[in-house]
């Protein structure tokens, strides 16, 4: 039953191109999205988020968009650099209630860069 | 001058054994989680205390004990270790208001012969 999926175990893109990450989530709840980007032997860190109430959020080379209606969202990443090549988690919380401050992620997705 | 800091990095241990992983935070944050990240990748979340208050306890055995001493501080102590156990156990804080934005640890792997 779980909630976040990203069903592409893996993705690799040359450099400079654009790199299309996914995320499909079932519950409804959910009305605060993140990515994480994870290099081996380190944890996680944080790269970009959205609330529901928009579709779109930008910072530099990296645009998460979200479509609530098909409980997709997806994050690009233009240009792509080699040291892009991580692994991305996708993540969701549900704000109200007393879910606040725990989060549901995804299984990952491996990025692979190439020069 | 890390800013989330977990030992050991490797842990590994006979069944049955009772081991502790610690965590410390200089980020001056106040609240503290504990994730497991399972065989399958997932990264699912075990506990979060928030000022030492247990705010988040998900279905975790209890043989399971986070302990927090100071708000910089969370400890997970585990009992009758089980094969079951092996995974890798990331520590990580926010600040309350930011609860969603995590900052982790770079994990301890816990293997249980």
């Known amino acids: ?115 | 001058d890390t800013a989330v800091s977990q030992t050991p990095k490797y842990l590994v241990t006979q069944m049955g054994n009772d081991k502790s992983i610690k965590c410390e935070q200089n980020l001056g944050h106040d609240t503290m989680y504990w994730y497991k990240q399972d065989s399958k990748k997932f990264l699912k979340i075990m506990f979060s205390y928030n000022n030492k208050e247990l705010i988040i306890n998900e279905t975790v055995p209890n043989r399971f004990s986070p302990k927090s001493p100071d708000k910089a501080h969370l400890n997970l102590h585990i009992n009758s270790l089980e094969l079951g156990d092996s995974a890798v156990y990331f520590c990580a804080s926010s600040l309350r208001g930011e609860g969603e934005k995590l900052f982790f640890g770079s994990g301890t792997q816990l293997s249980v012969l």
């Open chain 1, 1 to 115: 039953d779980q909630q976040v999926k990203q069903n592409s175990p893996s993705l690799s893109v040359q450099e400079g191109r654009i790199s299309i990450l996914n995320c499909d989530y079932t519950n409804s709840m959910f009305d605060y999205f993140l990515w994480y980007k994870k290099y081996p032997a380190e944890g996680p860190t944080f790269l970009i988020s959205i609330s529901s109430i928009k579709d779109k959020n930008e910072d530099g080379r990296f645009t998460v968009f979200l479509n609530k209606s098909a409980k997709h969202l997806s994050l690009h990443i233009v240009p792509s650099q080699p040291g892009d090549s991580a692994v991305y988690f996708c993540a969701a919380s549900a704000r109200g209630g007393t879910s606040y401050g725990k989060l549901t992620f995804g299984q990952g997705t491996i990025l692979t860069v190439h020069p």
